[in-house]
């Protein structure tokens, strides 16, 4: 490193956004880095072990490298840029959100909601198991864990443009790097003292933005996690709103998330209304693209349904619905998301009563169903919805 930023005592925040973060670097660039530096060969992996498993948020706190390391380290210009939880929302049920700042300004939304929302029930993973154990345990028995599932953003708005969603009203501003995506975890895990290993952590890419527009960063971020922080795959599921090509690459990865495929409609024509990207890639070639998926033992792909009233949420509906996914030949579960209603959106929630005939009539006709539980609705917990309302 030649030039490097130099310190300002009036503006140390734009300091800061000038710093490079070593976080979300994986070893191979820390080790080309550390070699400018002609320090031991061991030290890359010190510093990536004290930035991913011990979750350090500064270079003092890496005791473990010489004082002097660090603060040639420092003086190169270089930082952990670990994103900073900028506003905490706590709501009466426990679920918290942050608007999260990224080294630009820029802000996303993460979610951290005790005891899950029931998304994983019924797809065969761990998260499913430790979900029934939790609702069958007695008020008296206290599991000698700690369940959580935090809600990360891949993107600064989203280009998609789905109608009912407040993401789509902000357009897509940029996307998140790797260290960002993976940040917003490690940060909400600091905030929580959360300890890998003990603590039950599951994570779902749901939160604002497309991943699969971000498909590098948004992979890179998964490998930080598992291999770094240690949080295994198998505990993260990636909603989608089908985007083809990356289905497609995403069924050739060795080391993936479960999938979750917002299909939101039975068929086209009411997908098209809601999703504008429909008459993109149809709702056939999505399946077979997720045909290709080499599920694990017991693995179901979720298939997230929004439901709309009066829009998507008919018997009929279900009926059609049940057809689509009991003919496609996946291993499939459907979540049932009652629709979070958003200023400006021209929809309408459905009534409890369809809510719940929509679900008896999928699961009549043999398609698992369930209702994802709302979490944090005091606290605009819908996707965009808090972003969009400060702003
Ligand atoms: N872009 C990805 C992931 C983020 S959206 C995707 O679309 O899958 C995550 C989920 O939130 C999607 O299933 C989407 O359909 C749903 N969603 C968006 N806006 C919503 C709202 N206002 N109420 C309820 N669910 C919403
Ligand atoms: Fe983007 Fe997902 Fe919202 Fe659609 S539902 S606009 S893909 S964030």
Redesign the pocket.
Known sequence: MTSFPQFDQNSPAIVENTMMPLFGVELQQLEEIIKSFTLESYRPRQIWHALYKKRVSTLEEITSLPLSVRNRLTAAGYSIGLPKIAQTFKSSDGTERYLIACGDGETVETVWMPNGDDGEMGDGSDADSEEAAAQSATLSETLPYRRATICVSSQVG?A?N?H????AKLGVRRNLTAGEIAGQVVAVLNRHQARIGRDRINLV???????FLNYDNFMAAVHLLVEGVGIPESRMTV???GILPGIERFAMEKLRPKL?L?L?APNDTIREAMMPITRKWKIADLLAAMRAIPLRPRERVTF?Y?LLGGVNDRREDARELATLLRGSDLQAKVNL??????PE?PYRMPTPEDVAAFQKQLIASGVPAFLRRPRGRDIYA????LKRTLE
Do not use: R
């Not at 009912?164 to 993401?167: E, S």
């Not at 998301?337 to 958003?342: F, S």
């Not at 819908?382 to 919805?385: F, H, K, L, N, V």
């Open positions: 989203c998609v789905c009912f969603c407040l993401t890419f749901m939160g604002m933005g497309e991943p909603s989608t709103s979750a917002s939101n997230e929004v998301i009652v629709w979070n209603p958003g959106i819908a996707c965009g919805q």
